[in-house]
Structure formats: C-alpha cells, structure tokens
C-alpha cells in the first residue's frame, strides 16, 4: 500500500513539472513573442492613426514630439511617395518609399504592417503606415518604424526569468511531493482505525475520500455506516438552505402563503419594493395586502392548473412601480400540502428604459432622416440632368456636403454620449487652473464670434482656486457652452465670462449672453437628448441637439452641476460648478 500510494503521487509532481516546462516550450514561449509583437504593432497602429488625424504642417514641424511620444520613427511621406520628414533622418536622403510593402498595405487597406531589414538604420525593424485621407482621396501617409532588437532582448530576458522561476519552484515541489508521498501512508493505517472505530458503534466525525485506490476502500466503508444517520440531517439541512436562499440572499422579493391563503412570512427585498410595513401585509391575504386585481387572478389560474403562472402587475397610482410575479409550489414533506411561493421582480426601471430607448431610437431616426433626405434629393436631381448647370451644381454639392458633415457631427456626439453613460470615458482628474482654460476656449470660438461682430470678455480673479477636473473634458464642457452662445447671440450681441468661489467646496464658472433667451417653462427640458427649444433652431445652425446633454453628463461625471437662467430677449447665463481641490 505504501509504494502504490508513494509512486502515484510522486509521479503525478514529475509529470505537472515536466508538463509545465513543455508547454513553456512549445506553446508559451512563441504566444509571449506574437503577444508583446502584436502589442507593440498595435500601439504603433494607434499613434499613427492618431497622427493622420493632425494637418501636415503639424506633424512635419511637431515631428521630434511625435517621434518622443511614439517611441518610434516617424517618417511623413506625400501620397506620390516623397519623403517630407523624418524624426531621424533628412528627408533630402531618402528615396521614394512609394514602393515600400508597408505604403502598398496601406494605400489599399488604410494601414500597413511590414518587417524587413533597415540599410538605413542597420537593424531588423518593424514597420507600420497609416494612410491619411479617406480611401477615395488618400493625401499621404504616416510611417512608424520601430526597432525589433530591444524587443527580442526584453523578451529573451523576460525567458530567462520565467525559466529561472520554473527551475527554482521545481526543486521545492519535488522535495514536497516526496516527503508527502512518504509520510501518506501513516495517516492511512488510522483511517483503518478509524472505520474500525465506527464498527464498533463509536462516532467519530465523518471522513469521506474520493480516489481510486486503498483510500476510496476506506470511503465507502465510512459511508456505509454513516449513510443512515447523515440522511436526516441532509434532508433539514436542505430545507433551511432553500429558505435561507429564498428569503435572505435573494435581490427578488418573495413570500409564501399559507393553507388558507394568507401571507405567513416574506423577505426584506419585497417590504423595500411595495413600501409597506411589516404589519401591513403579514397574514393578511395577497388581495388585501397588494389590492390587486391582475395578482388575483394570476393565484386563482395556479390554484386551478397547479403549474407555474408568470404574471406582470402594476401596484400604486402617482409613482406606479411594475412588478413580474412568478407564482409556483414549495414541496415539503411528502403527504404535507404544499405551501405557495410568490417571487416579484421589480422591472419599472426596466419599462422605463424601454419607453427611453423606443424615444430615443425615434428621435435619432428623425434626426438622421432629415440631412439624408436632403442628399438624396439634390443627388436626383444631379442626376437628371443639374449637374451640367455648374452654378446650381456647386450649390447643390455645397448643400449635400453640409447635410452629410451634419450627419458626421450627429454620429460623433451619440458615440460620445453613449460612452460617457456607459462609463467609457475615462476622466483623468488632475488640478486644472480655470483661467488657462478658458483661454483656449475663447481662442477657439474667437473667429467664429468675430465673424458675428460679438464682443467677448472675461472676468477671472486671480486668485481662485484650481478644480479638480478632466482637462480635456472641462475644455469640451466650455466650448459647447460657448459655441451655442455664439449661435444664438445676433451679431453685434456681447459674451461675458466670469469665474468665483462659491464656497470652501465650489468654484462657478458662468457664461452670459445677450442673445434671444429662452422661454422659462422650457429651461427643465435642456439637456435632454434632442431636446431644442424651436424646432429649426439647433437644426438650423448646424446643431445635433446633444450638446447640452453632453455637457450635462460630463458635469455630473466631475461631482459638479449645470445650472440654465434665461428669459426671451434677455439672454441667457449658464452656471457650471466645478469641486475645489484642496491642498
């Protein structure tokens, strides 16, 4: 029995520890080069389609920047193949790299990926370029080139290590399998004892193993004799655990009715959903205590048919709360008459959503259909013959380039609002200084406002506090602001930007216009999705009519709030609190 039970556990250690280098071997070691290859292929991807994104002259006289943050090479080629820049080279050198795989990859598919030997750099590099334009209209490309060789050694070191590792728990393990496999055997010589023991009427604690060999023998003979007596208490032991799980670890709400139809116990989850005492329902019937006739009905169909009954109820009259019921039978003892379960499910948020989400999909159906329908429209009517009148031609193009940049603007504020609600967006909160940005914004909107002859100012102490904010965000949050007091501002109207302490926890920043005002029964309503106070106003402008509740979601994102006070022909001031961030 010892050199049995020694040998299999022995070799069970020795086959895991050859097992485990083997896989190493064959399977781990080329997985971790293709992952950290792969990873590194995919950031460069990333990096170069986020340089695309920038004007040529920005990424030429930006290039050392570019090439620092990268960690790559970053070579700027026009789309007939001339090299207009590169992080580490003169381009005056460099011939045309039209040909290049990468370029090729790219000119078709938008990116290209390509290893290859560098004369120029004398090293194995990896290659990836970004076409930049659309398919149609490709205006050049952006390279990265990386070399492979800091990439092998960290993976070789990376090797070493884990193999260093396998080889020091190895010698442990093995010492262990051994000293466990001498020493097993003793401990089976009591178990021996110990059935010996419950033979003899003795009962001790129960002892159960399951195997293969001497000790599966030993296992069924402690079975064999406390089969009898674990039964019963197996039995409560299952009893109690469904009522535990019912009433206690259940998010549903439940209760159970008695012989004669009354309510004998029920959960906290169910007290919380219909908000009524315990006294108010226990032992009363589920006709007095939920005044329902839907859940009525519902019990008499299981009292008659005995099979389990789904039922939805509405219970309350000012704020109705929507509840699935699923009524079904507890089995007790056999012989005893069994009890009535009822399960409810709270589901209102979820009919709320839905209601929302049927809105939402009819509004986002409008809003699309309008600019679609204008395209198609003047595209017919190019094709009956316009387009040879050059004058309306250009007039019809201009109109369908605005309808379609309309419909680019509606797509990128739904997937920025979709990703704030899912939490998507992650907010990097750091010290943000409010004057610096502000600056920026009104930078950004400085042409637009010149252009309407609307005069801008600012108010901004400078002593206040910084925020603890998302720059990024806080910047976005500014610009919709202003960008909608500008459009809704006439020209020759004025823009006034103010910031102060509003307490210890509180800094207001607040934009205040003289433009056209906003109806007050109309301010609850901004910030909802499509929501415009004139049907063509935001349209007309050029809005998507998501501005505002991508400001509104943001600022609560930051623990702050938007605040809207506007009258018609007053002008409009909107209040954005921002948290301090304290030393």
Not at 35 to 40: A, F, R, Y
Not at 65 to 86: F, H, M, N, P, Y
Not at 446 to 463: R, V
């Amino acid at each position: 029995m010892k050199s049995r039970l020694f040998y299999k556990i022995f070799a069970s250690y020795l086959v895991l520890v050859v097992l485990v280098i083997a896989v190493m071997e064959f399977y781990l070691t080329p997985k971790i080069h293709d992952t950290v290859t792969k990873g590194i292929t995919e950031r460069m991807i990333a990096s170069g389609r986020i340089m695309a994104l920038m004007p040529r002259g920005d990424m030429i006289r930006e290039i050392k920047e570019l090439d620092s943050r990268s960690e790559a090479r970053v070579t700027i080629i026009d789309a007939a193949g001339k090299v207009l820049a590169d992080s580490q080279s003169s381009e005056q050198r460099m011939d045309t790299h039209l040909n290049r795989s990468e370029i090729q990859e790219a000119r078709i598919k938008g990116q290209g990926v390509a290893q290859r030997y560098s004369r120029t750099l004398q090293a194995e590099m990896l290659y990836v370029a970004v076409a930049v334009g659309d398919k149609e209209n490709i205006r050049g490309y952006v390279r990265l080139a990386r070399s492979l060789a800091n990439v092998s050694d960290s993976i070789q070191h990376l090797y070493r290590i884990i193999y260093l590792t396998l080889f020091l728990i190895s010698l442990p393990s093995l010492f262990l399998a051994f000293w466990f496999a001498r020493n097993i055997t003793a401990p089976i010589r009591r178990m021996a004892a110990f059935t010996g023991k419950l033979r003899a009427g003795q009962r001790p604690a129960p002892m159960l193993v399951d195997s293969g060999d001497e000790l599966a023998q030993l296992a069924r003979d402690i079975n064999h004799i406390l089969e009898e007596q674990d039964e019963k208490v197996r039995r409560a032991q299952e009893e109690k655990s469904k009522l535990e799980a019912a009433f206690a670890s259940m998010v549903e709400g439940a209760l159970t009715l008695d012989r004669d139809n009354r309510i004998d116990q029920f959960n906290r989850s169910l007290r919380k959903m219909i908000g009524k005492r315990y006294e108010d329902i226990l032992g009363k019937t589920p006709m007095e205590a939920f005044r329902s006739i839907a859940l009525q009905d519902a019990l008499l169909r299981f009292r008659e048919s005995g099979q389990p009954v789904v039922e939805e109820i509405i219970l309350g009259d000012e704020n109705p709360r929507i509840l699935d019921v699923n009524i079904t039978a507890i089995q007790g003892f056999p012989g005893a008459e069994p009890k009535i379960l009822m399960m409810f499910h709270n589901v209102t948020r979820l009919k709320q959503l839905e209601r929302m989400r049927m809105d939402f999909v009819a509004n986002v159906t409008h809003e699309i259909r309008t600019p679609l329908t204008a395209i198609i429209g003047y595209i017919e009517t190019l094709q009956q013959g316009a387009v040879h009148d050059r004058e309306k031609a250009e007039i019809f193009l201009q109109t369908i380039h605005n309808n379609a940049q309309r419909l680019n603007r509606l797509v990128d504020d739904l997937l920025t609002l979709s990703n704030i609600e899912m939490g998507e967006t992650k907010l990097q909160f750091r010290e943000v200084a409010v004057a610096e940005v502000i600056g920026e914004v009104l930078k950004t909107v400085a042409s637009q406002a010149a252009a309407k002859k609307i005069t801008m100012g600012e108010n901004l102490p400078e002593d206040i506090p910084p925020i603890r904010a998302d720059r990024d965000r806080v910047f976005q949050i500014l610009l919709n602001i202003l960008d909608n007091a500008v459009k809704f501002t006439p020209e020759g109207g004025a823009i006034m930007i103010t910031a102060s302490q509003k307490d210890a926890e509180t800094i207001a920043v607040r934009i205040a216009d003289t433009g056209i005002g906003i109806p007050k029964n109309e301010i609850p309503r901004l910030g909802e999705r499509f929501y415009r106070v004139e049907k063509t106003r935001s349209r007309d402008s050029g809005g998507t009519g998501l501005g505002l509740s991508i400001v509104k979601h943001l600022m609560a994102a930051h623990g702050g709030v938007m605040e809207i006070a506007s009258a018609p022909g007053e002008g409009t001031t909107v209040s954005l609190f921002f948290p301090v961030v304290h030393p």
